[in-house]
């Protein structure tokens, strides 16, 4: 068993094991939830608290193929990890759970008045939410769009356009993709018997896309058309003009996401300026004599 470099500093407050003290800190931010909110400095907390616990798991995963670990136990119970690597040579990963290897977080939300703490809103990252969907409507997967998927539109009598058939309900949609962009189907050499459900399902994808706002669509929903319209693709149908639409909703989808989180950052900023215009007509009598003594000591003025 490998020697700490280092025993952990004391600590004042009740000492708790392992890695749990991040579940620790989360619980604390639950049991002060109610009451006036100050979400801004909490966020920042919690985005330092899951930003640790990601490198960390980031990092052992790095170092499991050429790192070998092992863990001692301190009289106060406190963890130390001692980590040797292939050439023999120690680091030391110490510290009291509470102090999340010198970050002290636990410091940061105790220095917080416990009415001020708001776990409501989780932070988001639109752009790198926006980024991985993206890539899902580019995979090359096994599409899973259905005929049932669009039944509302299918329904009743045909109409012969060309070499298709066509639900009287989607005809128009139809004439109207013809007249921008020409007969789609041209490239294909594939049996119109064939392509013609293919055709229809991308023709009920732009309908229903005529249909919905932008606040009625879904990533699900998204995912459904780009099946439909990647269908299309696969049977050389020129279609990519879809395609592109299609990435200009999605987002679209994630633009209506972040204005309503700047919306609420704004509602709260407004409430901060509030607070802050009432701080300081409460201590503004206060503020110029704390200025006069502001790094002199305070008989300053004493003698004049």
């Known amino acids: 068993?490998?020697?700490?470099?280092?025993?952990?500093k004391a600590s004042n407050r009740p000492q708790t094991r392992?890695?749990?003290?991040?579940?620790?800190?989360q619980r604390r931010i639950d049991k002060r939830k109610n009451g006036k909110k100050n979400t801004h400095l909490?966020?920042?907390?919690?985005?330092?608290?899951?930003?640790?616990?990601?490198v960390r798991s980031r990092d052992l995963e790095q170092q499991e193929n050429s790192y070998s670990y092992s863990v001692n136990q301190a009289q106060d119970h406190h963890p130390v990890f001692s980590v040797q690597d292939a050439q023999g040579m120690d680091s030391n990963r110490g510290g009291t759970p509470d102090e999340l290897d010198g970050l002290?977080?636990?410091d940061l939300l105790d220095d917080l008045p416990s009415n001020e703490l708001d776990t409501s809103e989780p932070v988001v990252q639109p752009n790198r939410t926006?980024?991985?969907f993206l890539m899902k409507i580019d995979e090359d997967v096994q599409s899973n769009v259905d005929i049932s998927d669009f039944m509302s539109f299918l329904e009743g009598e045909?109409?012969?356009i060309g070499r298709y058939s066509f639900p009287l309900s989607l005809v128009p949609t139809v004439e109207r993709i013809i007249s921008v962009y020409g007969d789609v189907s041209a490239p294909s050499l594939i049996n119109s018997n064939v392509a013609g459900q293919i055709y229809i399902l991308f023709c009920a994808t732009v309908k229903e896309m005529e249909h919905l706002h932008l606040d009625q669509v879904s990533p699900e929903k998204m995912l459904k058309w780009r099946d439909a319209?990647?269908?299309?693709l696969r049977i050389n149908f020129n279609v990519e003009f879809a395609m592109n639409h299609l990435k200009k909703i999605a987002r679209a989808y994630f633009g209506l996401a972040g204005r309503q989180v700047l919306q609420s950052i704004d509602d709260k900023l407004d409430a901060l300026y509030n607070e802050r215009a009432q701080t300081y007509e409460r201590f503004q009598d206060c503020l110029a004599d704390a200025e006069?003594?502001?790094?002199?000591?305070v008989s300053t003025g004493l003698f004049p």
Do not use: R
Request: net charge negative.
């Open 42 to 54: 909490t966020e920042i907390i919690k985005m330092l608290i899951a930003e640790y616990h990601e």
């Open 1 to 8: 068993m490998h020697s700490p470099i280092g025993q952990p």
């Open 104 to 106: 002290q977080l636990d």
């Open 229 to 232: 319209i990647k269908d299309a």
């Open 158 to 160: 045909h109409k012969t």
């Open 130 to 132: 926006l980024a991985e």
């Open 18 to 25: 392992g890695c749990g003290s991040i579940n620790q800190f």
């Open 292 to 297: 006069d003594f502001s790094g002199k000591s």
